[in-house]
């Protein structure tokens, strides 16, 4: 299984601050994806990226969350001004393809805590 | 929402075959079932996945019924390692095809 870095693993921030979470991408994987996970809650869907571009994004994408990957390098998910209930683990996962023939792997997660 | 149903809770014994059911009744024709797994609160893990051929692979075999509306993950010889939330999701034949995960089932394996 291909290995998928996320940093940092624990990040504690301030209510109102920019946070930036990075994944660390795979030459061969073109799809890129944030989830996140509220404690004791399921695991939710954010946002895809492909080519540059968000292919999909849930309703909790608002515009205070976005995506880019600058220079082709790190996968990143800014939150632009944290508020409490951002705090959760945010999950990077990549896939080559992206058809259903295919697998997304996921990265340990970054633990995003909202004081 | 997630279009599958699972137990929210299983235990199984070390040494002894875990079978995970898992419903998805409004599967299309297009639709592959995909298992995965959570440790703690670490990242999901890939276990397997497939159409409607049963598949095996070193972790886990997956059964599909013919009608493709139930499967079962088997863990042949469950470990306590294998302790964790499994989850069944039903993925969209579409390019960047997010996974809707539900609840999962709890996986207690015991000594």
């Known amino acids: 299984e291909p290995e998928v870095t996320q940093t940092p693993s624990h990040q504690v921030t301030q209510m109102g601050q920019e946070v930036i979470l990075r994944c660390v991408p795979i030459?061969?994987?073109?799809?890129f994806y944030w989830y996140r996970q509220i404690l004791g809650q399921k695991v939710e869907f954010l946002v895809s990226?492909?080519?540059?571009?968000?292919?999909?994004k849930s309703e909790i994408f608002d515009d205070q969350f976005s995506v880019e990957r600058p220079d082709g390098s790190n996968f990143t998910l800014k939150i632009r001004s944290t508020k409490l209930e951002d705090s959760a683990m945010y999950f990077c996962?990549?896939?080559?393809?992206?058809?259903?023939?295919?697998?997304?792997?996921f990265g340990p997660g970054t633990r995003l805590t909202v004081l | 929402d997630a279009k599958t149903t699972q137990p929210p809770s299983m235990d199984c014994a070390e040494g002894r075959a875990a079978n995970l059911p898992c419903n998805h009744s409004?599967?299309?024709?297009?639709?592959?079932v995909y298992w995965y797994r959570q440790i703690h609160s670490q990242g999901p893990q890939y276990i397997i996945h497939?159409?409607?051929n049963n598949e095996t692979n070193e972790m886990a075999s997956l059964i599909i019924t013919e009608d493709r509306k139930s499967s079962t993950l088997i863990l042949p010889h469950a470990t306590l390692r294998d302790t964790a939330v499994y989850y069944c999701?039903?993925?969209?034949?579409?390019?960047?095809?997010?996974?809707?995960f539900g609840q999962g089932t709890e996986l207690s394996v015991k000594p």
């Open positions: 030459s061969n994987h073109l799809y």
């Open positions: 996962a990549r896939e080559k393809t992206a058809s259903s023939t295919d697998t997304q792997y």
């Open positions: 999701i039903v993925r969209t034949g579409n390019q960047g095809g997010k996974l809707i």
């Open positions: 990226f492909y080519n540059n571009e968000i292919s999909e």
């Open positions: 409004t599967i299309s024709g297009n639709e592959y």
């Open positions: 497939g159409l409607k």
